[in-house]
């Protein structure tokens, strides 16, 4: 009687070691679909999409760059319904779409997101930007970055301006070398804003001259220049 049960169950553990190698093959063949959302069986239809959604930080902003230029170097793809005079197929440069909504950041990384928006559209493909909920502070420039004609916002989107915000501390010499630098920030963020926008440097003096927030609708936005579409 002892030997027999034994022998069962040896005989058994090599089975269930099968049944788990098989479960195991089964999960690893099985495909995850993450939110109802399947990957697109072609190159042309993948999502070519980049969500600015929060504060613009150091580390929001060093993800948006790498997103930029990874979907720059996935941009070119042959074209099935352009050819050229002798029925060469023709590459063209997909676009990148920018979904934007925040309260605003850091101006140096919103610095860094403009620069690599002008080099991207300057040689290789346009960026689509689209404002929705909020865009205040330092996205205003990211929203009017994008190609123009292709820049929307949202009907219900509010826009913001206001002065640049800063703190400081140390020695009269620290904080007159800080006033300095500011003011510097102060006047690139204005130059960057008039150079997307219909909004001359002085218009957008003036209106930061209030020295308050200055809370901007999608309608207004759209003849500001800072937009070209509500949707």
């Given at each position: 009687m002892t030997q027999r049960i034994a022998t069962n169950k040896t005989k058994s553990k090599p089975k269930k070691a099968?049944?788990?190698?098989k479960n195991k093959k089964k999960k690893d063949n099985q495909i995850?679909?993450?939110?109802?959302?399947?990957?697109p069986s072609a190159?042309?239809?993948?999502?070519?999409?980049?969500?600015?959604?929060?504060?613009i930080t150091e580390q929001k902003g060093s993800e948006v760059v790498a997103g930029l230029v990874y979907l720059e170097n996935n941009s070119h793809v042959v074209s099935e319904d352009l050819t050229t005079e002798d029925d060469e197929p023709i590459v063209v440069a997909r676009d990148i779409s920018m979904i934007i909504s925040t309260n605003g950041?850091?101006?140096?990384?919103m610095?860094?997101?403009?620069?690599m928006m002008d080099v991207i559209k300057d040689r290789t493909c346009d960026i689509e930007t689209i404002g929705i909920g909020k865009v205040m502070s330092a996205g205003v420039p990211i929203l009017a970055a994008g190609t123009h004609g292709k820049r929307k916002i949202g009907k219900n989107?509010?826009?913001?301006?206001?002065n640049v915000l800063a703190g400081s501390s140390g020695t009269i010499f620290s904080m007159e070398n800080e006033l300095e630098e500011i003011k510097w920030v102060q006047d690139r963020y204005i130059d960057c804003l008039a150079s997307y926008t219909k909004l001359t440097k002085a218009k957008i003096k003036k209106l930061l001259k209030t020295q308050k927030d200055i809370y901007i609708s999608a309608e207004e936005a759209i003849k500001m220049g800072i937009a070209d579409k509500i949707i």
């Open positions: 099968k049944e788990k190698t995850v679909v993450v939110n109802n959302i399947q990957q190159p042309e239809s993948d999502l070519r999409t980049i969500n600015l959604y929060g504060d950041g850091i101006a140096s990384d610095f860094s997101i403009l620069d989107c509010r826009i913001m301006l206001h």
